[in-house]
């Protein structure tokens, strides 16, 4: 589990079919081979850690097929920062809201413009996700968690202040872009309880 607070922004450092390694500053005495942690949202294995002169690390994670296929992992190349969260321990504080890791579909960036010290994105979902979203709820995005400010069908704002800004990819990010979505989990059980009970009226 994740809470979306991004902890560090690395960089793809090589990539070769489906393996990765990721250039990161976390202390890799301090990750166990095994371990959780989350790429623009997606929960990947690491599988093996090297200490790197100057400081951090890098290290491996392995990306099957149908995370390549419903992510935007495909279509990353070496140099590409990324957003990186470690997993939640137990006892520490929870920051943004309950996070899986588990990418649900990819968003569409359709525009951002600047209001006041802050950026308003737009981003278009897919219907079938549309119906998860809704005003004043959580979202992850790009493993980022952050507040649904407006629902318009299938699309929504959210508004991203200075320090996420400075402190994540999203200032890369520009329309067209595709972006990581998953869905506040509680929405998706409230959906589905919301489906049985219609499915149980006679």
């Known amino acids: 589990m994740f809470t979306g607070i991004i902890t560090d922004v690395g960089k793809l450092h090589e990539m070769a ?4 390694r990721i250039r990161s500053s976390y202390d890799p005495s ?13 929960c990947l294995t690491v599988t093996d850690t090297e200490t790197v002169s100057g400081g951090g690390c890098v290290y491996g994670v392995d990306i099957g097929p149908e995370t390549l296929s419903v992510t935007t992992l495909g279509d990353w190349s070496v140099g590409k920062r990324i957003n990186l969260e470690r997993a939640l321990g137990l006892g520490a504080e929870l920051g943004g809201h309950m996070v899986t890791g588990h990418v649900d579909g990819l968003g569409t960036l359709k525009s951002r413009k600047i209001e006041g010290s802050s950026e308003r994105f737009t981003i278009e979902v897919p219907l079938e996700l549309a119906r998860y979203i809704a005003a004043k709820g959580s979202i992850a995005l790009n493993g980022t968690s952050l507040t649904v400010n407006e629902v318009t069908d299938i699309s929504f704002g959210i508004c991203l202040i200075p320090h996420t800004l400075q402190v994540t990819n999203w200032n890369e990010l520009k329309a067209g872009d595709q972006i990581n979505l998953e869905i506040d ?14 499915l149980e009226r006679p």
């Open 17 to 20: 079919g489906g393996h990765m």
């Open 185 to 198: 989990v509680l929405a998706r059980y409230v959906a589905r309880l919301n489906d049985m009970e219609h």
């Open 30 to 42: 301090t990750i166990d081979i095994g371990a959780s942690i989350a790429h623009d949202g997606c």
